[in-house]
């Protein structure tokens, strides 16, 4: 099992920037890569970036790739989303999430451990 905690969520302005983080625990070694998701009130959960175990491969929704940057901390088991220049439609339930295997998608059914959740309001 992994055990995923999300956390830096908060109420920022439009322009703002906020860095969240993902902290992961248990069975580590089984993680292939870690993702980023987000869902708004109402709509689908959305996929908005991923990283490879060896953070060497990043992968980004293209409307937000320059403003959002994913990283990874193999040693700490953590893994960051820094988001610039935020808009009020980043507004979100943003996601940590892990998969096992290699995949071929960035759906959200792909992903096996999901964290709680942190939500980033962005007000204009």
């Known amino acids: 099992q992994v055990q995923l905690v999300e956390s830096g969520g908060g109420l920022v302005q439009a322009g703002g920037s906020l860095r969240l983080s993902c902290a992961a625990s248990?069975?580590?070694?089984?993680?292939?890569?870690m993702g980023w998701f987000r869902q708004a009130p109402g709509k689908e959960r959305e996929f908005v970036a991923d990283?490879?175990?060896?953070?060497?491969?990043?992968t980004y929704l293209d409307s937000l790739k320059g403003r959002f940057t994913i990283s990874g901390d193999n040693a700490k088991n953590t893994v960051d989303l820094q988001m610039n220049s935020l808009k009020p439609e980043d507004t979100a339930v943003y996601y940590c999430?892990?998969?096992?295997?290699?995949?071929?998608?960035?759906?959200?059914?792909?992903?096996?451990?999901w964290g709680q959740g942190t939500q980033v309001t962005v007000s204009s």
């Open positions: 999430a892990a998969r096992t295997d290699r995949g071929g998608s960035y759906r959200a059914q792909e992903y096996d451990y």
């Open positions: 248990g069975r580590t070694f089984s993680v292939y890569a």
């Open positions: 990283i490879s175990r060896n953070g060497r491969q990043t």
